[in-house]
């Protein structure tokens, strides 16, 4: 039997959720995943604007999932919580696999 959470645990986790539903955030951290990026580097591979970019990675720094480094006048960030993408992992597996069967069941109406 799993041990009762509490009212103020259940609001930490699911602020965490939060955290991970915004699609530029999960952008961040999947461009972050081989390793620590530059904010000019993440605003390229992005597509997003600088300020939008250092928002989301401020937001996240918060958080905890990712982490800062100062060089000179370049902010360099990395993830700061690996196991974020275990939760992502999870996810994109369990939403591939949906989407196989809608294919598949999609695929059926098609044939005579």
Same mark, same amino acid.
């Given at each position: &039997?799993?041990?009762?959470?509490?009212?103020?645990?259940?609001?930490?986790?699911?602020?965490?959720?939060?955290?991970?539903?915004?699609? &530029?955030?999960?952008?961040?951290l999947?461009?972050?995943?081989?390793?620590?990026?530059?904010?000019?580097?993440?605003?390229?591979? *992005?597509?997003a604007?600088?300020?939008?970019?250092?928002?989301?990675?401020? *937001?996240?720094?918060?958080?905890?999932?990712?982490?800062?480094?100062?060089?000179?006048?370049?902010?360099?960030?990395?993830?700061?919580?690996?196991?974020?993408?275990?939760?992502?992992?999870?996810?994109?597996?369990?939403?591939?696999?949906?989407?196989?069967?809608?294919?598949?069941?999609?695929?059926?109406?098609?044939?005579?």
């Amino acid at each position: &039997m799993q041990p009762t959470m509490s009212d103020e645990m259940l609001e930490l986790i699911a602020q965490r959720f939060r955290l991970l539903s915004d699609p &530029m955030r999960l952008r961040i951290l999947h461009q972050l995943q081989n390793g620590e990026r530059s904010v000019t580097e993440l605003v390229e591979a *992005t597509g997003a604007s600088q300020p939008n970019v250092s928002k989301h990675l401020s *937001t996240l720094r918060t958080h905890g999932l990712v982490k800062r480094r100062q060089e000179g006048n370049m902010a360099y960030f990395s993830i700061g919580a690996p196991f974020i993408f275990d939760v992502c992992s999870s996810v994109c597996d369990s939403m591939k696999d949906e989407w196989e069967q809608r294919t598949s069941l999609l695929g059926q109406f098609g044939q005579p």
